[in-house]
């Protein structure tokens, strides 16, 4: 263990350690100085420091992503999930993709108008872009900040269709403008459910709403007449997938329409932190969970490949996209999402601009 976790207490955390990132020259190791002394240690905080942005738009060329370009308003989130895959993103700031990445936070104020700057650039090609693909744009800090809702204004005003993932419920303070946007074919939103055991839930996605709260913001999104995505996502072989046809149900009951799912992924520091959360959590599973996700992987505990590291390969990742296709057939779900409007883009006036003669 490193840094932080050793000198606090470390409550409703999902990540038990706080090992350096994999570009760091040292580490830092806690020893006992053998006095004879208890030591109450304070709590371990979330802080927040600011980032200007030059640029917030991040392109990709991945054939096996749906968008090609997303903005990230926050680097690191609270809500702390043990497995997400965006923590090896913290050690490129020089901080650990363990506790830091859920407890150091950076916020991007700026990013609305550096949005609407790149938006008007002569060169700029329309597409839908996508939010909440690295780390949620919902997190607990946008309550504070207002970044996300900042953004969705300038998309509204440039009629810029935009796919946001969240698990935050947030989102519900957001919905004048996103039902808005979507009665112009302008917006889909994509829910993501783990499990619906709650006390799991806690574990694994400490400070994420729990899964009930999850299904009421596809419910009152739907209602709004938002097209939303239940996404079982990411399906933990023998912990979670089991769940996966209740999951769909649960979010097709909601007023989800389209559906979709991933398996676990490992990448990089994200494997040791889930395996050390296993041992501590689930010791009884937790080689029968690693054995399963290397018999996806050739052996390895993560294969980044193209076409491979959603779902993985071999028997069992055949059976659970069968169970899948079976249960989204049976539900009614498609899983292709409602296509995004590109026609409607158009940059709004500025002061001094030549006025149209028609």
Known sequence: MDREDQRFRVLGRAAASNDAGRFERHTRVAEDDDWAREEVLPVLRTSTSIEVP???ITYNRSPDLPFDRSINPYRGCEHGCVYCFARPSHAYLGLSPGLDFETQLIARPEAPQVLARELRAKRYQVAPIAIGTNTDP???IEKTHGI??????VLSE????????????????DIDILGDMAERGLATVGISVTTLDAKLSRLMEPRAPAPQRRLQVIRKLSEAGIPVRIMASPMVPALTDPELEAILTAGRDAGARHASWIMLRLPREVSPLVQEWLATHY???AERIMARLRDMHGGKEYDAGWHKRMRGEGPYAQMVAQR?????????LTRAGVPLRCD?????????????LF
Do not use: W
Not at 148 to 153: F, G, I, P, S, W
């Open 158 to 173: 440039f009629n810029h269709p935009v796919a946001i993932v969240t698990k935050g419920s947030l989102i519900e303070r």
């Open 283 to 285: 010791p009884d599973r």
């Open 54 to 56: 030059r640029r917030v």
């Open 324 to 332: 899948f296709d079976l249960a989204v057939k049976r539900l009614g």
């Open 148 to 153: 996300m809702r900042d953004c969705l204004e």
């Open 344 to 356: 409607l883009f158009r940059p709004p006036s500025e002061k001094g601009d030549q006025l149209s």
């Open 138 to 140: 919902y997190q607990p």
